[in-house]
Each structure stands twice: as structure tokens, then as C-alpha cells.
């Protein structure tokens, strides 16, 4: 059983930036595929982000440039690093994990969760 527990979440500015940390346990993130999904208020949940153990990498086209997923073996969190931060970024984000070595875009592909953070950006 893999659980993911989420920080960093929080209140920035348009242009600002944030750092989301996903820390696992139950399994070590090298033998997993971690995504990033969102979901804002009356819209579906999508995928922001992913990374599978080969190091294959996916981003939606809105935030390539401006976020980055990596991880730490040694800590075994993946993280997300969100820079230049645009309203249209505020949502919950959530971690999630697959124990399959494709990024896959579904949600439902995703077995495991964490509880959310909430991501606002002010204009």
C-alpha cells in the first residue's frame, strides 16, 4: 500500500511561485509513476505533470516552461516546482502514483491519492 501525503500549498500572487512536495511511503517512488493532477472548482480533474522511474516526463501544454517535476530517491518525495504563477492555476493539486511504468493521462489509471492542497493565485 503506497500513501502519498501533500504540502506547500497556499496563497500567491500572479508571477509568483510555489513549491508542492509529495512524500510517499509504502513504496519507493523510483518504482513508480507519480503524477500531478488538478481540479478548480466545477471542472474535471486533469493531469498537470508526470514522471515514470525511466525519467520519462509529461506536462499539460499550459504549464510547460513554467513547472517542473522532480524527485528525491534519498527523501522519496516528488515535488513540483510552479513558477510565474497565473490565476488560472488555482486549484486543488493533488499527488497521485501508479505502480505501471506509463504516464498515463486518466485519473482512474491512478490508484493511489493524496488528501489535496489548495493552490490560489491572486491577479
Known amino acids: 500500500q503506497v500513501q502519498l501525503v501533500e504540502s506547500g500549498g497556499g496563497l500567491v500572487q500572479a508571477g509568483g511561485s510555489l513549491r508542492l512536495s509529495c512524500a510517499a511511503s509504502?513504496?519507493?517512488?523510483?518504482?513508480?509513476?507519480v503524477g500531478w493532477f488538478r481540479q478548480a472548482p466545477g471542472k474535471e480533474r486533469q493531469l498537470v505533470t508526470a514522471?515514470?522511474?525511466?525519467?520519462?516526463?509529461y506536462y499539460l501544454d499550459s504549464v510547460k516552461g513554467r513547472f517542473t517535476i522532480s524527485g528525491d530517491n534519498a527523501e522519496n518525495t516528488v515535488y513540483l516546482q510552479m513558477n510565474s504563477l497565473k490565476p488560472e492555476d488555482t486549484a486543488v493539486y493533488y499527488c497521485?502514483?501508479?505502480?505501471?511504468?506509463?504516464?498515463?493521462?486518466?485519473?482512474?489509471?491512478?490508484?493511489?491519492w493524496g488528501q489535496g492542497t489548495q493552490v490560489t493565485v491572486s491577479s
Open positions: 509504502g513504496r519507493t517512488i523510483s518504482r513508480l509513476t
Open positions: 497521485a502514483a501508479r505502480t505501471g511504468s506509463a504516464v498515463k493521462m486518466s485519473s482512474t489509471q491512478y490508484a493511489y
Open positions: 514522471m515514470n522511474w525511466s525519467g520519462t516526463t
